[in-house]
Structures are given as C-alpha cells and as structure tokens.
C-alpha cells in the first residue's frame, strides 16, 4: 500500500504501471501486421513470397518502383544493347530482364483521392456545421424526426445506394467524374457532419452569441465571428472522421468509376507483377496511401481526442 | 466576456437603433432555412430520390444491362422469391453471425482498452494515437493484404500461431476451411476497429466527474462496486452508442470481406452486402437487387429505431 | 479592302492544307484507348501495336485490367455507357449481351468493304469470337486472341532416373505427360508431397478460384473430356440429364479427389496468377492454365526452356479442352469510331498476324495456322493445334452471367466447401438455370 499522498481517486502507482504494461503490448501486437506491410514493401517480390517468411532480407525499392511504373520483358540481347541505365528503377527493371515501358496508374489514382477525399469534406464540413447550427440554434419544426431521418441515410448498404446513382448518374454523364464523387461523398458524410457539429455547437454558450447580437451584430456575422472559431477543435474532428470515409472508401468507387476519377482503393489491390499480385508493389501502394491520413491526424490528434469527448456523445 | 472586434464594437454603438434593426439583416427564421437548405438538398438528390427510385425499381423487372428491354411491373415477385430463397437466409446467417461476434469481441476489447487509458499512466496520449491507426486503413485495402497475411505457406498469421502453440504452420488454412473463414473475417475487423469503439468508451469514461468517485470512496464502497455502480452504468450510453455505430457499418459491410474472402469457400463468408453486389453488379438484376437492397435497409431501419428507443432511454434515467 | 482579300486568303490556304491531308477518313494525331485483360499477350499486343502506330500516326493508350476484375469493370464500363475503351478485346462470353445490347458495332459492312473475309480465320474461332447469334452470319468481333486450357509439367523432374524408376515399378507404365485424367490423377499423387531439390512439392496446381470464372474453368475441362455437352442437341435449353448427367457428376468427383489429394496448401482460391506462381517457384510438378501464358512460362529463367514441358487436356472419354480466347470489337460508344475501325483493318491483315504469333499472341489467322511449319515454330504449337481442333465453350448468352455465377457458387461449394454430393451440386445447378432460362423466356 503505497504512503504516499495521492487523490483518492487516482490510481495507484502500481495499477498504473499494469495498465501501461497491458496497453503498451496491445498497442504492439497490433502494430505487427502493419509493420510488416511496410517490411514487405522494402523487399524484392521472391523475397515476399519466400517461405518461411523472412525477417531478415536485403531492402530494394523495387516495389516503390513496381508501383509507380510499368514494365515489359525484353531478351538480354535487347537489354544489352541499351544505353546505361539513367534512373534506379530502369537499373532494378534491367536487372530482371525488363525495362520501364512507362508511369503506372498510381500516381493518378493517388491524385484522384487527394482531390475527391478532400473536396467531399471540405462540402460536407461546410454544409454540415450550417445544418448544425440552424439545429441546434433555431426551433426548426420537426427537428428530431429530420435528425433522425438525416442519421437513417447511412443505412442503406453502399451497394444498394449505388444502383439508383449508377442509373443516374449514367443518365447525367456523371459516371467516372470526379464532380460526381465529390457529391456522392458529402451526401454521404453530411449526415455525420451535422450530428457530430450539432454535439459541439450545443456546448457552445448561446450568452456569446447573445452578447454580439445585443452589440448589434446580425446572426450571419455572429455565426462566422464568435460560433466558428469556438467550434474549431469539433470542425477538424469531424473533418477527420469525414476524411477517413471518404479517403478509405472502396464499394463506390469501384462501381462507378473506371479510368478517368478512379481512386486509389479500388487500384490497389489490382497490381500484378509477372506472376500473382505484386505483393511489394501492393505493400507500397499501402504504404504511402496511409501516410496522408497518417500524418493529418497526428498533427490534429488533440483535436480528434478532445472532439471524441464532446462530439460523438451528445445529441 | 466578448472578443469582438474594436472597431466593430464602436460601429455598433454608433449606430442608431432604428438602424441596427435593419442591419441585423436575415431573420432568424431565413437564416435557419438557408443553413439547412444545401443539405437538405444534398440529401434529397443523392439519398432520397434514388431510395424512391430504388423502391419503384423493386417492383419491377428492370435490368441494367438491357436498357432497350421492355420493362414489366411485377408487383411483390421479387420480394417473396427472396424472403423465401434458402441461399438469402444463408447469407443473412453470415452476416448475423459476423455482426455479432465483431461487436462482442470489440465492445470487450474497447472498453477494457479504454478503461486502462484512463487509468492516465504516463505517455497514455502517444500510446492512444498509435492503437488508432489500423482504423485510418482502408478496409478493402486491409481485405486484400491480409489475404497474403493468413496465406499458409508465405503469411506471418500461421507463423505465428505456430510460433505460440506449436502447431505446424501449413496444417490450418484460415481462409480455405468453412470452420475458420468466417473467425478470419471477424479477427480482421476487430483488428480494424477496436480502436474506434475505444475512443467513444474513452469519451464516455472520461465524461464522468470525479467526485462521484471521490463521494464513493467516503462512502467506503470498493473498487468492484464502485466499477458496476458508476463506471459501467454512466458509461453505458456510450458503448451502446458505439455498438450502435458499429452495428450498423458492419450490417453494410462489403469492401473487407469481398476482398478477403470474396463470400468464400462456397459461400460460407457471403454476407449480405456480398449477395446484393452479385445480383446487381455482376447478374445485372436490378429489380430483384432493388427489392434486396429494400428489404435490409427496412431491416437496420427497424432495429436501429429500436435500438436508439432503447439507448434514450438509458440515457435519461 | 485589305481585311476581305486577307480573309480569303487565308480560306483558301485552308482549303489548301485540308486538301492535301490524308484522303482516308480518320485524323491522324489522335489516340486511341484499347481496353483488355493484364496478362502476357496484352504487353506483346502494346509492342506489336507500334507498328499501327509507325503507319497510321494514330496513338495507341491501353487499358489494361487483371483478370479476376477483368469482367467487372468492362461490363460496368459497357453498361454505363462509358467512353474510355475505343476497342475492346472482350470474352468470348460477352458477345450474346453487348451484341444484342448494343455495345458493340456490327462489323460486316467494314469487313465487306476493306475486303476483310471471314474465310481466313480458323472456323472455331470466328464461331466462338465473333457470331452472334451462334454460328450466324453477324460478326461483331474480329478473331484476336485464340486460346485454350492446356497443361505445363515439369520436365526435368518427369527425366530422373530415380523418380522414372520408381513410378515404373509402381504404375508399369513411363513417367510421362498424361493422356487421360485417370493418369493424370496417378502423375500427381505420385509427386504430392514427395522431396525435390531440399523442398517439399506438390502434385497440380488446377483452379479453384470462386470470385469471377476460375473453378467453373477448370472443372468444365475435366467435364468436357469426360463428354459434357450442356443441353440436349435436338432441343436447346432442355438441360436435365445433360448437365447433370452420370458423366458429368463423375468428372466433377473426380475434380474434387484431385483438389483434396493433390494442390498446394491454401490453394482454395485460385486462377491463372496463383498457378504461374505455384509452378514458377516450383511448388507444383503440373500446372492447368490457358495456352496464352506457355510463351512467358518457356521464357522463363527458373523454370522453362529445358526443364518445362506442355500437354493437351488430357481426355477420358473425349478429347476435349475448354476454349479461351477473345475477339477484338469496337465499342458502340466511343467518339473515334473511324479510328477504331483501321485499327482493326491493320490487324486483320496477314503479315500482321504472323509477327503477332511470334511476338506471343495466338494468332487465329490461317496464314498462321494452316501454315505447314507451325507446329514447330514452338513447343506447344502442335498442343494448341489439337486443342483448338476440339474446343468447348461455356454459354455465350446474354445472361451468361448468371449462369456462370451459379455454377461457381455450386461447384465452389462442393469442391471446397464440402457441402453436399457432386449429383446435389448438378442437380441443383440445372435447377438454377432452368430459373434463369426461364425468366429469359428461353423456356416456357
């Protein structure tokens, strides 16, 4: 029984230490399988599919490259008779017996998701934190049942939502554009948006914005100078959230789109090399599609902490 | 009090009243239309009017990939063909069977997560972010690479197994064997998604004020009673929340599975959304997928409504 | 009065230029997008395609999509009206649906008036490739692509003295390419399990993919040589005892005693990547896959020259081997239509074809086939001759799909899954596509 003075409600050294032990190894475990995927796009494709697997190998870039170009097989006569290689990837590539025919339809692909991930929650933040507020500020007639009837639009099965829009959107010439992505996926992120804003905007005080209307401010101006930046640590939470789904999102994007707004989920696991699936390749196209989330969220994770305490929970 | 701006703040005062009631611009009653109105918008175009369109669709014979064919109502057809085809129900077992081992396995994990964390141990914030990351993976991406994880002869899954328990590594297939595939699917979605469930619990417990605790403690009441008296029932709106959340994702789920086990071997791991995409996708029988799609959603609709009934009221006791 | 005098000037320097262009109809300085499967004959195509390029000045972009997704995508990509693929190399089983749903242009006109004739491509191919209906006179894809399921083996193993011996003493008979199944079974039992070079390896490497084709491939190619035919000759669509006939239920045991005896580890799952893998890294003594990949395989620095060998499907009651292969067509939807159709004009011609045979690409021309020196020009020509003289092909209709995707589900079950007897799986096939045929208003 430890002597010295703590809260009586704060655990105890030793229950602490237990806790972190316990934490620590689950945190680990899980971070095995991604270790590993970041592993295996350092090694050379006979390595990744050696069995038993290596632990050990000698790292090649030769899946970064695999993913970023396109190659054909030559005879050795023909590769002999090049001129000296001028990057890495064409030294890897000969070295196999083939040369770079081209780039690969990753970075596109990649470029794709940069532009729809962010412009769909760009607009469902937006549109979202505006409903929000109105819910949260105004008496709006049939405010629960519109609450609820904005929830139950996620509960269709994205395969099922994605008949009706396939028909339609084949009528509208908005299949395979990015246009068409970008509202399909702030439609369907909004309906987070605006529960999630709404949490965050009900803890903030009316008294401040009652304050700017008294000194002759209208609603507009009070929104944008004393709700918004208030709300900041609830926009970027859910700004996270939105960007999740909509950088991660697969069923959609490969129902209706093909080459133009193709995003890089559904190109991902497609890459093949000479035999079965690239697994370098693939191990790298996964790679350096989590980094920008990766990042996004370590920056803002005191954001995304707090959020999840006031968002999520309160309707 | 207020951080409004100076030079605004000098206007305002300036200004004489009848005046800043015209300035206050948009009534209230506008404003709030105006802000709900994109939305709205947004939604009727993109989820309710193909909802409608989905539902006049499932009456019916309509195929996708004969626009020219004549298209015939059929009434209910569909609906009976499917509430009483054996492989329907199949499927629905699967996903029932997925639904509620993924979101027991997560609720248990989660919380008891999330009750450590709070114990606040030191560097207990770095350690958070890190069991979050596996949820910023896309889901069909983590699909396809676990794929090559639970390969019996070049994956890490049956090495490690082997490693811990001496089975040797090639003598179990996770994703060959009727008995296994469908476990394969539940450990890679709560692999996946226990940490999502943890940060609402972790919400949840850090919602609660200390000195309802410290009140205990006075009261001499032990940490077991004050765990079941406190902990678990003030947070329990919170995990029914998370369970609802999952719940209803994992219903829908497609893109991990598909990848993972493409409904495989047979039909073992086809869950419903796996069905739905091959009639509609793939068989082109719009309408009849139509009626499908109308069917689950009714479905999670239903249980979600009830659900959410329940969770009020926990909430407001 | 300058401006008008510069004005017609100019016009008629317009004029000028326009005249002096290239009489043809197509503009030169366009691209054209070809839409086909990720494999070994795509890349041969994109180099052979440099010549239309060298001739025409039209630019050629491909896509080209792996085979598991490979349906999905083109037929979404069909159905949805899309503009992306100029030309498309599609499989044979699509033609019932784009032809009578407009996907794909009608080409007999074109071919009649740039001489192009149907007489010069091997009969089973433009039956198979390019007729819609069945055996009629509408051509809606010129033969591109013949192709077939044929077998590898491994060579060097089949020639050691120690493993010659020991299967001799064992089956009174040479270790060799098997004729039938039942020798075939016997080849891989023999090698399943057994120590090669340090490493455990295995019997056979066949299909058993459940996503897009794969089991129905293989077990369809047991099937057939044991004398499947789908539906009652004297009247079509009239299913019972044809599919599900004594033979047929036999051979699809048979598939499944092969599965359980004689793969790889975790081999529940696979098609035509998985089997290249198996074989190139020297898992398998024998590999079922299509004829298209023998060219890469004997190429191939570990396992081919010397060391790889090739067989016909081996026959139990007939010679039989399921047919492969594509036609290449024009998408109905696309906006350079001209173009499309030169590129079709450039490879319908003779020498073209021959520097497609040896550049990889199954040519179907008979400049290539009937030529007296084929059978030689590679190991497995000779095989690819005497499958092609007996192919079978899945149904080509316009809900061809659905009727794959029972059998898949069916046969997947019964293999891999373990659910019910191979006469169950029949049986519960042929129920499956009465219902199809029904709502077809193929049945009555």
Redesign the interface.
Known sequence: MSTVAH?????GAR???L??A???L??LL?????A??VL?SLKSPPD??????KVLFEPTLEGYCNLFTTR??QTADYIASLPPPDDRCEAIARAR?MVV?GPSNYAPRFVNSLIIAFGSTFVSVV??T??A???S??R?PGKDDLL?F?????????????????????ELGL??TRLGMI??Y???N??LA?WLMKGFIDEIPRE?EE???V???????AFF??VLPQATTGIVATAIFCL?FA?????FA??LT???AQT???F???I?G????D?PA??A??TL??LP??VF??LL?RHL?RG??FG??RK | ?????PV??R???A?PPVV?AR????S??A???L??A???V??L???????L??IR?SFTNYR?NRPNAAVLDIGLTHYRSILTDPDVWAAMQATAHFVFWTLLLQTLIGFF?AW??D???????F???????????????V????V??YQP????FN??VSFFTGIP?SSFEMLGSVRLAPWAIVIVDT?MW?PYVM??C???L??IP?YI??AA?VDRASKWRQFWGITLPMAL??IM?AVLFRG?EN??M??MVN?LTNGGPGSTTEV??IT??RE??EKWR?GY??A???I??VA??GL?NIY?KALNAVKNR | MTFPIRRSLSVAATLAALSLGAPSAFAQGKTL?LCWA?WDPA?AL??LSKDFTAKTKINMKF?F??W??FAD?ML??LN???K?CDLMIGDSQWIGGSAENGHYVKLNDFFAKNNIKMSDFLPATVYAYSTWPKGSQNYYALPAMGDALGWTYRKDWFARPALRDEFRKKHNRDLAPPKTWTELKQVAEFFQGREIDGKKVYGAAIFTERGSEGITMGVTAAMYSWGLQYDDPKKPYSMAGFTNSKDAIEALDFYKSLYKCCTPPGYNNAYM??G??AF??GQVAMQMNWFAFFP?LF?D?KVGGNRIGFFVNPRQKVAASTLGGQGISVVSYSPNRAEALEYIKWFAQADVQKKWWSLGGYSCHNAVLKDPGFAKTAPFAADFLEAMGGVKDFWQEPAYAQLLLAMQKRVHDFVVADKGTAKEAMDALVADWTKVFKEEGKIK
């Open positions: 809260s009586v409600v704060e655990p229950s602490k230490a806790a972190m316990v934490v620590v689950y945190a899980t971070m095995v399988p991604l590993w995927i295996t990744s599919i050696s069995y038993p697997p054909s097989r017996n025919a549109l979202g505006m409903a507020y109105a819910f500020r105004f709006v609820f904005i929830l139950s639009t996620r509960m269709m099965p994205p395969i099922a939502v994605a008949i009706p829009i396939f028909l339609m959107y084949r299949s395979d509202l399909l702030s439609a369907i909004v309906s605006v401040y304050a700017a209307l000194d002759g401010y209208t609603r507009l101006q100078k004393v999740i950088w991660n999102e697969y069923a490969v129902l093909s080459g133009e890089a989920p559904p991902i696991p497609i093949i000479e035999g079965g699936q697994w693939v191990a196209g996964t599609f989590l989330i990766l969220t370590v994770r902490l999840i305490t999520a929970v | 009090m207020s951080r409004l701006d605004a703040q206007a305002a005062a200004t800043a300035l206050r611009g948009l209230d009653r404003l709030a239309w802000f709900i994109p939305t709205m947004l939604l175009a993109i989820n309710i009017f193909p909802l369109w989905t669709l996708a997560l450590l964390i114990r606040k141990f030191r560097g207990h914030d350690w958070t972010t890190v069991i979050l990351i596996p949820m910023m993976l896309s889901p069909a991406v699909g396809n690479f676990w090559f994880l002869q070049i994956g890490l090495y490690a590594p692999w226990t940060l609402i972790l919400a949840g850090r919602s200390d605790y410290e403690e709106p919170f929340l209803i219903f829908k497609f893109d990848l419903a959304s739905l995409k509609a996708f719009t997928s139509s499908f799609a109308i689950l959603f999670v609709f979600a959410v | 997008t990720a890349n994109v180099e896509e999509v792996p598991p997704n995508r979404n990509e949805s009206k899309g992306l990547q998985e290249l893998d190139k890294s890469g190429k620095e």
